[in-house]
């Protein structure tokens, strides 16, 4: 076993306790400060500049972690990593990722994947047990209109999770005008028949609950006028990426 690093510290955002919806089983989870991408559906805009957040050790952590063990454990959960966006504290990832693998704690992150292959990101993917991936948009002039950053790096991310057969769930944001139209949703399932290692695919409606956070950091919420997606409209997205699909995983 390596000595624990008593001077790795984390920038985070803030805890849940009690997480059932970013990984099986009821998770705790980490959200991390800071993020790269400029996402105008963001509901968390509050995470984005990393001189925000408060400083934690990895040992303050996993006490944190240690208290709710009892029932994570048991309901087949675990840990998982989120924000902002979680790869931006690589070095705090490889820490805590050893310590909670050695516990033999399930772990799960949370990210864009929008980084390149590094070892150093490698190490982080061999350490992690599930990625809950954001696809944006599968339309490279899209990404860069709707998240500032092109698409290339997530789909290169996304192809290795598969090559090296790394459990995923695949989260997209179904937005009205935006992302929702029959040719990207139909790019989008190619690509997904093209991976063999996607365990869950989730079809995420846009919301604007979030837009308080910006008005409230004095900005401008540039979506201000698009529709939230509704139960019809994620449904017509399903029809459309399980039409003829031999995974038919959607949900």
Known sequence: MEELNENMV?????????????????RFIIFLQGCSLRCKFCHNRD????????????????????????????????????????LLQQDFLIEILMRLKEKNIHTAIDTSGNFPLTDKVKKIIDLT????????????????NLCGISN??????ARYLSEINKPVWIRHVLIP????????LMK??????SLNNVKRVEMIPYHNMGKYKWEQ????????????????DVERAKRIINSESPKNIIR
Do not use: Q
Request: net charge negative; with cysteine.
């Open 152 to 157: 290339e790096k997530e789909l290169e991310f």
């Open 217 to 232: 950091l004095g900005l401008k919420y540039e979506l201000e006028n698009i529709p939230v997606a509704t139960m019809e």
């Open 129 to 144: 047990d599930l990625f809950l991936l954001d696809i944006k948009s599968i339309d490279d002039e899209v990404c860069k």
């Open 177 to 184: 005008t935006i992302t929702d139209k029959k040719e990207n």
């Open 10 to 26: 984390a920038k985070v955002h803030s805890f849940e306790s009690f997480g059932t919806v970013d990984g099986p089983g009821i």
């Open 47 to 86: 995470t984005w500049d990393m001189a925000n957040g408060e400083i934690y050790t990895v040992n303050e952590i996993l006490e944190k972690i240690d208290r709710y063990k009892n029932y994570i454990i048991p309901s087949g959960g675990g840990v998982t990593f989120s924000g902002g966006e979680p």
């Open 188 to 193: 989008f399932k190619e690509f997904l028949d």
